[in-house]
T-cell receptor
Framework: GALVYQYPRRTICKSGTSMRMECQAV??????VAWYRQSPQKTFELIAL?????????EQNFTQEKFPISHPNLSFSSMTVLNAYLEDRGLYLC?????????????FGHGTKLSVL | QQKVQQSPESLSVPEGGMASLNCTSS?????YFWWYRQHSGEGPKALM???SDGDKKEGRFTAHLNKASLHVSLHIRDSQPSDSALYFC????????????WGLGTSLVVNP
């Protein structure tokens, strides 16, 4: 079956420091990877979408300078939260899609829960 | 303004009962709808998609889409305590199906 692993499950960092999180697709090739942040109130914000053979597209309010993403192959992606502050707290979710069709579901990992002190 | 709105915010049903969740889009470009379920401490998991008008049934779950009113619903028959979770409706644009717009979720509690 298709699985997505995220590491670490939870992390705490000091305000102003950076934190890297990883996403691994197992059992399938992820043609696109979407990074989301789920707030403590459970709302989803799309940070960026990374698609094979295309540039990474960042959403408004999110920048490459703050959330650099690496997507070196079809099974792995990583994202770093640079210079983290309280407003960056939340559950960071990686969702991977197998194909390009509109009926392809996103497979999510458990997420990386980021706390900032 | 929230482009995908869900109701109710929370719902409590007895075990064996029917749970009905609603979702409405305010953007006519959103033609593809998904229902995702998220248990506590986990990432969301896709339950089912619906792209055409009418009903789609998968086991105890039935989704209904009315494109004219941009309304989609999810009905869970014979609800089980394990169905207790957050349910999210997500929609994608016909022009850009890679991007999902999420509702704020419905919290479902099934009481044994």
């Amino acid at each position: 079956g298709a699985l997505v692993y995220q590491y670490p499950r939870r992390t705490i960092c000091k305000s102003g420091t950076s934190m890297r999180m990883e996403c691994q697709a197992v059992g399938f090739q992820a043609t696109s990877v979407a990074w989301y942040r789920q707030s403590p109130q459970k709302t989803f914000e799309l940070i960026a979408l990374s698609t094979v053979n295309s540039a990474i597209k960042y959403e408004q309010n999110f920048t490459q300078e703050k959330f650099p993403i690496s997507h070196p192959n079809l099974s792995f992606s990583s994202m770093t939260v640079l210079n983290a502050y309280l407003e960056d707290r939340g559950l960071y979710l990686c969702g991977a899609r197998r194909g390009h069709l509109s009926n392809e579901r996103l497979f999510f990992g458990h997420g990386t829960k980021l706390s900032v002190l | 303004q929230q482009k995908v709105q869900q109701s109710p915010e929370s719902l409590s049903v007895p075990e064996g009962g029917m749970a009905s969740l609603n979702c409405t889009s305010s953007d006519r470009n959103f033609q593809y709808f998904w229902w995702y379920r998220q248990h506590s401490g986990e990432g969301p998991k896709a339950l089912m998609s619906i792209f055409s008008d009418g009903d789609k049934k998968e086991g105890r779950f039935t989704a209904h889409l009315n494109k004219a009113s941009l309304h989609v619903s999810l009905h869970i028959r014979d609800s089980q305590p394990s169905d207790s979770a957050l349910y999210f409706c997500a929609a994608s644009d016909v022009g850009d199906n890679s991007k999902l717009i999420w509702g704020l979720g419905t919290s479902l509690v099934v009481n044994p």
